[in-house]
């Protein structure tokens, strides 16, 4: 098993930039493939990015492409999700999720982190 713990939310003005972490502890980091996910109030979870297990693949979503980077130091066992010229749409609760498996359906992840709030003021 693995235990996730996000970080490095808060509140930024559009345009601006934040980078979220994902620390991990309990198994070795490098054997699971990292995925981020977003909750905005009101609405269902949705799939934002993912990387592979060395970080040599990685995915976005359309709405994020350009704008978000997904990065993993799995000496530091963390992955990060750094967010920049940010949009109020972007505003959710963002969970970091991990699988030993490659893995982009939300359902599919075996384990979770509690979530950190990104709020972006208009």
């Known amino acids: 098993q693995v235990q996730l713990v996000e970080s490095g939310g808060g509140l930024v003005q559009a345009g601006g930039s934040l980078r979220l972490s994902c620390a991990a502890s309990?198994?070795?980091?490098?054997?699971?493939?990292i995925g981020w996910v977003r909750q905005a109030p009101g609405k269902e979870r949705e799939f934002v990015a993912h990387?592979?297990?060395?970080?040599?693949?990685?995915y976005y979503t359309d709405s994020v492409k350009g704008r978000f980077t997904i990065s993993r130091d799995n000496a530091k066992n963390t992955a990060y999700l750094q967010r920049n010229n940010l949009k109020p749409e972007d505003t959710a609760v963002y969970f970091c999720?991990?699988?030993?498996?490659?893995?982009?359906?939300?359902?599919?992840?075996?384990?979770w982190g509690q979530g950190t709030q990104v709020t972006v003021s208009s």
């Open positions: 309990g198994s070795t980091f490098s054997d699971y493939t």
């Open positions: 990387i592979s297990w060395s970080g040599g693949s990685t």
């Open positions: 999720a991990a699988d030993t498996r490659t893995t982009l359906r939300i359902g599919e992840y075996d384990y």
